[in-house]
């Protein structure tokens, strides 16, 4: 379905829907697949160089369409872990952000999803200053891949070498992280603090 979208990360989008697990960690934005359409067009809207506004609905939709993978019985283990700076960062205004943290807590409900925060109070951590997703496959002929995605393009990493070391250092963020109970907790505590602004 992706090919009719003018998106520069198209392979990505493609190697996603075929992952049986997803490892996402991001530290300064909510990873796309959780993303509501008011965070999604606030980050696209402040683009550089800026997109055209029929360029950003289509990145919209797009981002939307991706997120029906979680809901399938199907669909890939999903496991994400945010920093909480991309939580307090307030795209969008108060009102999206009480809408995206909202939309986190239901996302990490679902059987096929853990969701898990570092809080502010874990200091300095192996990952603070990337992002980066680990997709592993089931299919013969077709390796596990890290995607890490930033000002300087798309970079997809696969030899052994490469996936050991996030692999590795996605368990050390797990181990570090609150579990999915505290997550939740403290992501509608954030979501309350919206609502004073």
Not at 29 to 38: A, M
Not at 68 to 73: E, K, M, N, T, V
Not at 107 to 124: C, D, M, Y
Request: with cysteine.
């Amino acid at each position: 379905w992706w090919q009719r979208f003018e998106v520069p990360y198209a392979t990505y989008i493609g190697l996603e829907a075929e992952a049986v697990s997803i490892s996402d960690y991001n530290t300064d934005v909510v990873t796309g697949l959780l993303q509501v359409e008011g965070y999604a067009r606030a980050i696209f809207e402040s683009s550089e160089p800026p997109l055209g506004p029929a360029s950003i609905e289509q990145r919209i939709e797009a981002r939307l369409k991706r997120q029906a993978l979680l809901a399938h019985d199907d669909g890939p283990l999903f496991h994400c872990i945010i920093d909480e700076g991309a939580l307090r960062r307030p795209v969008g205004g108060p009102a999206v952000m009480q809408a995206q943290l909202a939309r986190i807590i239901e996302i990490a409900g679902l059987a096929k999803v853990t969701f898990q925060l570092i809080p502010f109070a874990v200091g300095a951590h192996p990952a603070l200053d990337s992002t980066f997703v680990i997709l592993e496959f089931n299919k013969p002929m077709v390796n596990d891949v890290v995607y890490v995605e930033g000002v300087v393009g798309n970079i997809y990493l696969e030899s052994p070498a490469e996936l050991e070391r996030y692999k590795q250092m996605f368990s050390r963020l797990r181990s570090i992280a609150l579990d999915p109970e505290s997550s939740a907790a403290m992501v509608a505590r954030i979501a309350e603090s919206y609502k004073n602004s």
